[in-house]
């Protein structure tokens, strides 16, 4: 008897919390873009990285997850290049500095010295197009 009322017990668990797994709420609206300001905070976010900080004093292959993350800010970056021709030259130099990255097999250890000047490249780079971010009206406006 005990045996099937934990049977019983255990079944009615389960059914319960694969019931409530599949109530995962209301989905999610198209949210609005949040702006320049955004990937500025980004940006900034990304500039405090030791590859970003010391490009020649990490091994290059560490700096994976970063260049990841800078892998897309070239792209949101042209979205508010319209009218400001500076923002896509600094977005076309960063997105440059990350294919070097890549095409020079960073992320695998490729050569070290190459590597690192590419880090140095992107940090430059990065630092360019935030310049270039700066300026714009909605990002200049806003606190830091």
Do not use: W
């Not at 919390?17 to 209301?26: D, F, H, K, N, Y």
């Not at 990304?46 to 560490?62: G, I, K, N």
């Amino acid at each position: 008897m005990r045996t099937r009322v934990s049977v019983v017990l255990l079944t009615a668990t389960l059914f319960a919390v694969t019931g409530c797994s599949r109530e995962a709420g209301p989905t999610p609206k198209n949210s609005p873009d949040p702006g320049p300001g955004a990937l500025a905070v980004k940006i900034r976010a990304l500039q405090a990285d030791d590859c970003y900080l010391a490009p020649t004093e990490v091994r290059s292959p560490s700096c994976e997850k970063y260049v990841t993350q800078l892998s897309n800010v070239p792209g949101t970056a042209r979205k508010y290049a319209t009218g400001h021709p500076g923002l896509r030259e600094a977005a076309d130099t960063l997105d440059a500095t990350v294919r070097a990255y890549q095409g020079n097999n960073c992320a695998d250890g490729g050569d070290a010295d190459v590597c690192a000047a590419t880090l140095t490249d992107m940090a430059t780079a990065l630092t360019g197009l935030h310049t270039e971010l700066s300026a714009l009206p909605d990002v200049a406006t806003r606190p830091r």
